[in-house]
């Protein structure tokens, strides 16, 4: 099995596993609220809850980085490329610190939680140039998109603070970043079919 094909893999386990953990640890704490909570406030709470949605970013995160690796070879030998998967990297290393160090840890929690939603727009945004100058017209359109959506929703809560916690926006710009790394994955399966036949 080659690497790209691993990476392939992970990127899809990644994102379904994150998520199931998260939305398993706002059904197990019925006090959650969507609108008033942030999504972190999950991981100080006692018994499953904090256990499920810290140890979900740790292993997501991990799996993330497996996804990540395969990125430098996925985006061509330019140095763009190489830039745009390293703060990637970075921003599955955020993840996997959010979930180490919870709210518990101020304030280490803000930085590394502001860590991950900077860096993960910001290394789509390099990874548009990568893939328009290595000729993927389609695929740097698609993540530009991805990456204006993952931010405006910030921007908005920023702007109108359309919500009083930040909950939707860190679930509906992570679940942004999600489904680009699911389309991701899938063309690095179907690049590793080819080398393998």
Known sequence: MNKLKVSGIAGFV???????????????????NWINNALSDLGVQSGLTAVVFNSGLVVGGFLFIVFALGLFSFTGKRFLGKVGATIFLIACIMLIAIGVFNENFSPTHYLVSVGLFVSMPISLLVLVAAFWVEGKRKLSV????????AAAVWVAEFTVNYVSGVAIPEFVSGLAGAVWVLTVSYLMLKVSSKTDS
């Open 142 to 149: 698609y993540t530009l998109a991805l990456a204006l959506f």
């Open 14 to 32: 990644a994102p379904f596993f994150v998520f199931v953990c998260i939305l398993v640890a706002v059904a197990s704490w019925n006090q959650f």
